[in-house]
T-cell receptor, first 110, second 114 residues
Framework: DAKTTQPTSMDCAEGRAANLPCNHS???????VYWYRQIHSQGPQYIIH???NNETNEMASLIITEDRKSSTLILPHATLRDTAVYYC???????????FGPGTRLSVLP | EAGVAQSPRYKIIEKRQSVAFWCNPI?????LYWYQQILGQGPKLLIQ????????DSQLPKDRFSAERLKGVDSTLKIQPAKLEDSAVYLC????????????FGPGTRLTVL
């Protein structure tokens, strides 16, 4: 079973920041938080991952709470092409399997 | 860098027929995964290879599904005989065990069983 809980769906206005929450209250000390997204008819795409510090790359920012029991993926300026299902996954690194839950369906509205 | 390649992209068969999917991972990636994704659900791992050895096949329905990765590169997933409930997208992914960033996915094969 997935170790994370995410809202089923969210809407965001184009050009605004999209903040996608994820709860992972049972996360272990060596487990990372990963985010993937899946655009319609494509395979999942890696976005970002982190352990305990906040992370930023060209796609998004990842904010992890100090107790590591939850995190937020931030898309700073959402576009219509960001409409997708977003998956939050926790796992230990280096070869262990990803367990995907149903994710959050983000709709970016014009 | 070329991504994970899969073929065919679409396949329609009748129940009880057999079908095979092919995957070519990213060059140098030792680990290869096959996932099944049913409409509306997240991907579910079927089998994981490390080089040409099986690491985890606990969720593979072995009475009808088989997979191989000869020479530790390309892989083939087969279903024989297919059932209606096998209709799904079959995703292949690969990863380098030296990289904690995760897996890279192919575009998937959409299978419809009639």
């Amino acid at each position: 079973d997935a170790k994370t809980t995410q809202p089923t769906s969210m809407d965001c206005a184009e050009g605004r920041a999209a903040n996608l929450p994820c709860n992972h209250s049972t996360i272990s000390g060596n487990e990372y938080v990963y985010w993937y997204r899946q655009i319609h008819s494509q395979g999942p795409q890696y976005i970002i991952h982190g352990l305990k510090n906040n992370e930023t790359n060209e796609m998004a920012s990842l904010i992890i709470t100090e107790d590591r029991k939850s995190s937020t993926l931030i898309l700073p300026h959402a576009t219509l092409r960001d409409t997708a299902v977003y998956y939050c996954i926790v796992r230990a690194p280096y070869g262990q399997n990803f367990v995907f839950g149903p994710g959050t369906r983000l709709s970016v509205l014009p | 860098e070329a991504g994970v390649a899969q073929s065919p992209r679409y396949k329609i068969i009748e129940k009880r027929q057999s079908v095979a999917f092919w995957c070519n991972p990213i060059s140098g990636h030792a680990t290869l995964y096959w996932y099944q994704q049913i409409l509306g659900q997240g991907p579910k791992l079927l089998i994981q290879f490390q080089n040409n050895g099986v690491v985890d096949d606990s969720q593979l329905p072995k009475d009808r599904f088989s997979a191989e990765r000869l020479k530790g590169v390309d892989s083939t997933l087969k279903i024989q005989p297919a059932k209606l409930e096998d209709s799904a997208v079959y995703l292949c992914a690969s990863s380098s065990t030296e990289y904690a960033g995760g897996q890279f996915f192919g575009p998937g094969t959409r299978l419809t069983v009639l």
